[in-house]
């Protein structure tokens, strides 16, 4: 029992990353890491089933390691769990794949997507608030999987406004 509780907070905290300050945004940081290394070629390629499978396969076991956690820790969403920023994350680049490929400024895309999320994610405005109090790995998850679909769609309507001003 030790070993799984080491194992699921390591895996929850992503190891370092959740006793830093301001865990959640290491936390979302390393999630634009995940995505720009393993998701970004996925979408690349047009494979946005591929994408999309791992993203829910990783969503869900995202929900069951911070549902144990939440029970180790014996705290309703503990700060130093990070595994929900970092799943979440890559989901604001969805669709993205043509405007990062390549691009000089896409960097900026990165930096503004992981700022909205940031947003939504603190603020939790529209919903998410009460998507958290739900408890559980479930409620751990999915408020920041709806703060990353608000993230992707304000950045979709940034992408409109910045090509229409052009």
Not at 115 to 130: C, E, H, N, S, V
Request: net charge positive; with cysteine; glycine share 10%.
């Amino acid at each position: 029992m030790k070993a799984l509780r080491e194992t699921v907070l390591f895996l929850a905290r992503l190891g370092p990353l959740g006793a830093m300050p301001a865990p959640g945004t290491w936390g979302s940081a390393a999630g634009v890491a995940l995505y720009a290394v393993l998701f970004h070629g996925f979408n690349r390629s047009g494979r946005y089933d591929t994408f999309a499978l791992i993203a829910a396969l990783a969503i869900l076991a995202a929900t069951a390691v911070c549902h144990l956690a939440e029970y180790f820790l014996k705290k309703k969403d503990p700060g130093e769990v990070i595994l929900d920023e970092f799943v979440a994350m890559p989901l604001v680049f969805t669709g993205f794949a043509g405007v990062l490929n390549g691009a000089s400024q896409a960097w900026a895309w990165y930096l503004a997507g992981f700022l909205l999320f940031r947003l939504f994610d603190i603020a939790k405005p529209f919903g998410i608030r009460a998507l958290q109090r739900i408890g559980g790995g479930f409620g751990i998850v999915v408020d920041d999987v709806l703060a990353a679909a608000y993230a992707c769609l304000a950045l979709h309507l940034i992408r409109v406004l910045v090509g229409y001003l052009r």
